[in-house]
Every structure is written in structure tokens, then in C-alpha cells.
T-cell receptor
């Protein structure tokens, strides 16, 4: 396994369109996180899954955002009716509970809303 | 509220010198701390971590120091190399909760040849 994988790496979309990002965590990692990062800032927590259960959502995650992890493996993050303010890098991370809790990040998915 | 902050926005060091990057945190419930390195256009890369029951941990060319009394964390990089140039983030979490990380704003390390 080569780490957390994210797809697509870059996405340019028109305002109002929907976009979906996919994350494949490190094998057997039961915790999966989504973060958002804008230029010059540290990553901000969006949401977190333990297995298939979404256990916490940030207030940053408006109603236009939805994340799923249906089988407890890969996850998707969908943004509906995109706005220019959604332009950011969306990072996925994973960890194995009770095994150090070290959180490993993917390379991110860049979103540009025009 | 919770916050994790870095004292300096940029740090410039000569190649071969040691680098020290400092970080302050305010959540006394945090028991796990991580340093990440982020190169332009890439995701954060794990460098080293430390738990609150330790005050020092060493890796390859890196050392993390934790001072819980003053809620201070530092990353020391020995013999800094051009490849160390990046943005560095400290992050904290409470592993008794959900282990989500709270990041600071980051500091840019620039290595002069």
C-alpha cells in the first residue's frame, strides 16, 4: 500500500456545478478524515469517519457538503452548487485507532471554482 | 477556545545549521502532538509525533520537545538541508475524543545554500 490516495488531484469547475472527490485510505485504517486547506493556512477539520459511521462534522461543513464512507473503506466528499469560496485543497487522511493514532494525509484534491 | 499557534511566520537558516521551529498550544486536554512538513502543492507529510507522557522524542535528524508546563512544542532539525525547505505545521489532538487534529498556521523554513 502506498498511502492515502485522492482523486482527482485537480478540478476546475464552474460556479453552481457539483463536484465529487474520492479518497482511498491506507489499507485497514478504520478512521478517515476530511480537511480543507486554503493558501497560507493550516488544514481545517471538516468531518471524520470511524469505519462507515460519520461521527463528527465541523460547522464548516455546510448543507452543500456531504461525505460518505459506505463500506468503511473509500470515502467520497461531494460539494453541491459550488461557490467561489469553496476553492481550496481538500485533504483526506486516515489512521488506525489504538495503533499510535498517527494520521497520514493524502496529496489532496485542488478545487478551483470559476 | 482551542488554538495552536506558531511564533514566527518564516525562518531562514544556512545549510548545515540546526533549525528550531517553535509552537504554542492552548488546549490542556491535548495529549498527542504531531509535526508535519508540507511542500508546495502536496499534502502534509508526517515527520514526528510525541505523546503527553513524554518530553522528548528523537527521529532521524529531527527531535521534538514538549513542555506541558508552558504548553510549548518545538521541532529541531539537525544539519538542515535544502530539501528541508517547506512549510512546517504543528498539530494537536485529544486521543480520548476523536483524534481530530487542530493545526496552526504554519511556518516557512527556507534553507540558504
Amino acid at each position: 500500500d502506498t498511502g492515502v490516495s485522492q482523486d482527482p488531484r485537480h478540478k476546475i469547475t464552474k460556479r453552481g456545478q457539483n463536484v465529487t472527490f474520492r479518497c482511498d485510505p491506507i489499507s485497514e485504517h478504520n478512521r478517515l478524515y476530511w480537511y480543507r486547506q486554503t493558501l497560507g493556512q493550516g488544514p481545517e477539520f471538516l468531518t471524520y469517519f470511524q469505519n462507515e459511521a460519520q461521527l463528527e462534522k465541523s460547522r464548516l461543513l455546510s448543507d452543500r457538503f456531504s461525505a460518505e464512507r459506505p463500506k468503511g473503506s473509500f470515502s467520497t466528499l461531494e460539494i453541491q452548487r459550488t461557490e467561489q469560496g469553496d476553492s481550496a485543497m481538500y485533504l483526506c487522511a486516515s489512521s488506525l485507532q489504538n495503533s499510535g493514532n498517527t494520521i497520514y494525509f493524502g496529496e489532496g484534491s485542488w478545487l478551483t471554482v470559476v | 477556545g482551542e488554538s495552536v499557534g506558531l511564533h514566527l511566520p518564516t525562518l531562514s537558516v544556512q545549510e548545515g545549521d540546526n533549525s528550531i521551529i517553535n509552537c504554542a498550544y492552548s488546549n490542556s486536554a491535548s495529549d498527542y502532538f504531531i509535526w508535519y512538513k508540507q511542500e508546495s502543492g502536496k499534502g502534509p507529510q508526517f515527520i514526528i509525533d510525541i505523546r503527553s507522557n513524554m518530553d522528548k522524542r528523537q527521529g532521524q535528524r529531527v527531535t521534538v520537545l514538549l513542555n506541558k508546563t508552558v504548553k510549548h512544542l518545538s521541532l529541531q532539525i539537525a544539519a538542515t538541508q535544502p530539501g528541508d525547505s517547506a512549510v512546517y505545521f504543528c498539530a494537536e489532538s485529544n486521543t480520548g475524543a476523536n483524534s481530530k487534529l487542530t493545526f496552526g498556521k504554519g511556518i516557512t523554513l527556507s534553507v540558504r545554500p
